[in-house]
């Protein structure tokens, strides 16, 4: 692994000019937070979930993002008719595999999304995607435990596999294609002390793939930028409130000389 610079802001940038439509069904819990980092970074979120509309939302928008937090079994059949219109454009389509491995729910609908339509990121933390990848972990709730695997060797085969981008989130971030490879080392540990960063993660990811489509280098230049303006939160925060005030403060005043410096990219 070699330490890289990714051209993050040029994408950013991108998101800026184009502003484009990112269509979510998505977690009702952070729904709010996801819609805001996409205001935040440029694009225009929009959020339908009815089954009578998924599919023409879809036609309308450039990339589509799927989040299983608080599924129902009705809910992931309105993620599948809007995925196949996705797959119909030809727009990428992003799974947050939240909570995998915690019920057996979750795993029989992750895998009938994987399985039924094309999923273009499959986007979790290690034990989320340890679970997808087929081993027999267990989430706590939407957690991450510790995983005895080879976490990169994971996202290499499921990526090889699915053929598919993987992203696996944490202290530091996997992202893994079938032929391409990054670590992402920004971020801050008060990412965790609040409910929704992964979720927004998932969120910025989907606004990156927009605008390119190199699907893993979106990926990484997505999180290299949500995660820079973490840190940057981070260090004028007192708390997990004011830091999650404070962190759409910075992703909307992201410039290329922060980015190009902050950035802790290896592959």
């Not at 051209?7 to 998505?26: C, F, M, Q, S, W």
């Not at 992003?94 to 729910?105: E, Y």
């Not at 605008?211 to 990926?219: G, K």
Request: aromatic content about 6%.
């Amino acid at each position: 692994m070699v330490k890289i610079k990714i051209g993050a802001y040029d994408l950013l940038e991108k998101i800026r000019n184009k502003r484009p439509v990112v269509h979510h069904l998505t977690n009702w819990v952070t729904i709010y937070d996801c819609a805001n980092i996409v205001k935040a970074l440029g694009g225009s979120p929009v959020m339908a979930h009815a089954q009578e509309e998924v599919a023409q939302m879809a036609k309308i928008a450039a990339a589509l993002v799927l989040n299983i937090g608080t599924l129902t079994v009705d809910f992931v059949e309105a993620m599948k008719i809007a995925a196949l219109s996705a797959n119909e454009k030809g727009i990428p389509v992003v799974l947050d595999v939240c909570g995998a491995g915690a019920t057996q729910l979750r795993d029989q609908k992750s895998f009938e999304l994987l399985d039924k339509v094309r999923i273009d990121i499959i986007k979790g933390n290690s034990s989320e995607i340890a679970r997808i990848s087929g081993e027999l972990v267990r989430t706590r709730g939407v957690d991450a435990i510790k995983v005895d695997k080879n976490m990169i060797e994971v996202a290499k085969e499921l990526a090889r596999k699915r053929k598919c981008t993987v992203v696996i989130t944490g202290k530091e971030d996997i992202v893994a294609s079938e032929g391409k490879f990054y670590i992402v080392k920004n971020g801050d540990p008060l990412m965790a002390r609040i409910v929704g960063t992964g979720c927004m993660a998932t969120s910025v990811i989907g606004t990156f793939a927009a605008v390119e489509r190199d699907l893993a280098y979106a990926a990484a230049a997505g999180l290299v930028c949500f995660e820079i303006a973490a840190e940057c939160a981070a260090k004028s925060s007192s708390g997990p409130g004011t830091f999650k005030e404070k962190l759409f403060d910075y992703i909307f005043h992201l410039d290329k000389k922060t980015i190009d410096k902050m950035q802790k990219v290896e592959a």
